[in-house]
């Protein structure tokens, strides 16, 4: 894709990226492209526990659509990083996320960045929880 439309995603990664070190002085930047071996879009997150993806309003792709290719993207992302995956009976990618939780930034039409909704699979959320959970029982 070229022109202004391939834009829409780098520069919504760089409005994401600006904006979690800029609001929360978190040291995230644009990920360079790594092609198959892809982390998602933002750097930096990883040490907090968190890959980060990023995706910009598309005209012709329904959200719904858009999130499931944004959740197989998360699922690839922790291949990526080494962790072990299965398929479950219907053909589905299950990856032990080991701490780690992918999330992509969806972008909202009219909204500012902060007003992003940032999705990620329920096991991928419970497993922070119950992690959370132990951390705070541990205190």
Same mark, same amino acid.
Request: include cysteine.
């Given at each position: 894709?070229?022109?202004? =439309?391939?834009?829409?995603?780098?520069? @919504? &990664?760089?409005?994401?990226?600006?904006?979690?070190?800029?609001?929360?002085?978190?040291? @995230?930047?644009?990920?360079?492209?790594?092609?198959?071996?892809?982390?998602?879009?933002?750097?930096? +997150?990883?040490? =907090?526990?968190?890959?980060?993806? +990023?995706?910009?309003?598309?005209?012709?792709?329904?959200?719904?659509?858009?999130?499931? &290719?944004?959740?197989?993207?998360?699922?690839? =992302?922790?291949?990526?990083?080494?962790?072990?995956?299965?398929?479950?009976?219907?053909?589905?990618?299950?990856? =032990?996320?080991?701490? !780690? !939780?992918?999330?992509? !930034?969806?972008?909202?039409?009219?909204?500012?960045?902060?007003?992003?909704?940032?999705?990620? &699979?329920?096991?991928?959320?419970?497993?922070?929880?119950?992690?959370?959970?132990? @951390?705070?029982?541990?205190?």
């Amino acid at each position: 894709m070229s022109g202004v =439309a391939g834009q829409a995603g780098p520069r @919504w &990664e760089r409005t994401v990226a600006d904006y979690a070190r800029d609001a929360y002085g978190l040291p @995230w930047d644009r990920a360079p492209l790594r092609g198959t071996r892809d982390l998602l879009d933002i750097q930096g +997150c990883l040490p =907090a526990g968190f890959l980060v993806g +990023c995706k910009a309003i598309r005209r012709g792709t329904s959200f719904g659509q858009k999130i499931s &290719e944004a959740m197989d993207q998360c699922d690839r =992302a922790l291949v990526n990083l080494g962790r072990v995956s299965t398929k479950d009976a219907h053909g589905h990618l299950v990856v =032990a996320s080991e701490g !780690v !939780v992918p999330v992509q !930034v969806m972008q909202r039409s009219g909204y500012p960045p902060g007003k992003a909704y940032v999705v990620t &699979e329920l096991d991928y959320f419970l497993d922070l929880a119950v992690r959370r959970q132990k @951390w705070r029982d541990d205190e």
